[in-house]
T-cell receptor, first 114, second 112 residues
Framework: GAGVSQSPRYKVAKRGQDVALRCDPI?????LFWYQQALGQGPEFLTY????????KSGLPSDRFFAERPEGSVSTLKIQRTQQEDSAVYLC????????????FGPGTRLTVL | QQQVKQSPQSLIVQKGGISIINCAYE??????FPWYQQFPGKGPALLIA???DVSEKKEGRFTISFNKSAKQFSLHIMDSQPGDSATYFC???????????WGLGTSLAVNP
């Protein structure tokens, strides 16, 4: 079956622009995570959804970052007024249930802010 | 403060050799210890994981050794192959909070 997909794969934005990154999790997966991975670093947690409920957004670096999952499947991570420090790979992962530890990752969206 | 310390940062091994990567953690509440493999341009993929109630888990050429008292765990790759060349991340997870906390990664190169 299909894995986690993310779009676009690459995004170049000018400083100050708004961007929207999409994640299509594995069908039926309850949990969805967003992580930010800077170049040469490990991923860092941004936010977590269980179905449509955003249960943890403690990792969002500022109020410019907003995530939603309105119907409990597809999720969008939006970054307003992008800054150069937002340049990173944004990874989405899904998990079958809230009790499952294993997370399945998409290929990521590489965001470059000029 | 980094909650998961991973070493070495990079590793070069000859084909057929053993690759060893180590991780140390601080919080005894962590209860799930996975290792992920990441190739350039791809997302991380789960390689192997262990719970704290066992000291070792083996899957094919990959073994996790876990030392609860020392708060350390390690990944051993036996008979390393050039196709194993990738970045490896350890991570930890605590109970009901399913978010993963990651090490900084180890870049492994296996020479043919």
């Amino acid at each position: 079956g299909a894995g986690v997909s993310q779009s676009p794969r690459y995004k170049v934005a000018k400083r100050g622009q708004d961007v929207a990154l999409r994640c299509d999790p594995i069908s039926g997966h309850v949990s969805l995570f967003w992580y930010q991975q800077a170049l040469g670093q490990g991923p860092e947690f941004l936010t977590y959804f269980q179905n449509e409920a955003q249960l943890d957004k403690s990792g969002l670096p500022s109020d410019r970052f907003f995530a939603e999952r309105p119907e409990g499947s597809v999720s969008t991570l939006k970054i307003q007024r992008t800054q150069q420090e937002d340049s990173a790979v944004y990874l989405c992962a899904s998990s079958p249930s809230s009790g499952s530890h294993e997370q399945f990752f998409g290929p990521g969206t590489r965001l470059t802010v000029l | 403060q980094q909650q998961v310390k991973q070493s070495p940062q990079s590793l070069i091994v000859q084909k057929g050799g053993i690759s060893i990567i180590n991780c140390a953690y601080e919080n005894t509440a962590f209860d799930y210890f996975p290792w992920y493999q990441q190739f350039p341009g791809k997302g991380p993929a789960l390689l192997i994981a262990i719970r704290p109630d066992v000291s070792e888990k083996k899957e094919g050429r990959f073994t996790i050794s876990f030392n609860k008292s020392a708060k350390q765990f390690s990944l051993h790759i036996m008979d390393s192959q050039p196709g194993d060349s990738a970045t490896y991340f350890c991570a930890v997870n605590a109970g009901n909070n399913r978010k993963l906390i990651w090490g900084l990664g180890t870049s492994l190169a296996v020479n043919p």
